[in-house]
């Protein structure tokens, strides 16, 4: 690494001047309830794309990878997501339905963590999501192929093209590879930076169906 490399990393900002709390004593009961206020106040702040997150899954070998997507809602289920079933992250979750999701609002200088098991949802669900999406993303879906390698970015837009003239004729058309998922939560971590170095970091465990929550060392 050279040193000029490092010298602009060292000299990075992670933080603005003023940031918020987190109070451990009104913490709520559910993590849930936590995160829907910090998203709302991500949303308030003018986070750009608040609801971006990373999800990291495993390969049956311990190979473990890590992209962003987006949350699509949270319900008695577990937090959700959708993609394609036959890419890499769903092949990921087949193998092992387990994995952990990571949003960061830097803005805020908060980000909060959560792991726990990964189903997939009923395929009325993800039906419904696709519907939900844009023309535009509806098509990109039905385009196929995803992480698979291309041979030229001409090779993609023709297949977009004839995957957006088929949505256009027909605006109720569903990609069936197109999937939801649904991560049941078993901990979540709440980490708060703050100026003097105090960071709080409150985690969230479930035992017995009941949650538990307490500091940890930062
Ligand atoms: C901001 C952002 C949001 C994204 N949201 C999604 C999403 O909700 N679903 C999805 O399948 N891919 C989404 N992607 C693309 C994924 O990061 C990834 O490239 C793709 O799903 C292929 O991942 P895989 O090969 O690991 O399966 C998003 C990318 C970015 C940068």
Redesign the pocket.
Known sequence: MSQNLRDLLRSLPSFPDELPTLSVESAPEDPTDLFIDWLAAAVDAAVL?PH?MTLSTSEPNGKV?A????LKDIDEHGWV????DD????RDLGANPFAALTFFWPQLGRQVRVTGAVRKRSRADSEADFLGRPAASRASALVGH??EPLESLDAYRDAYADAAARVSENPSLVARTWSTWSIAPDEVEFWQASRDRGHVRLRYRQHARKWEHGLLWP
């Open positions: 794309a971006a990878t992209r962003t997507l987006v997501f959708a993609s394609r890419g890499a992250k769903a995803q992480s």
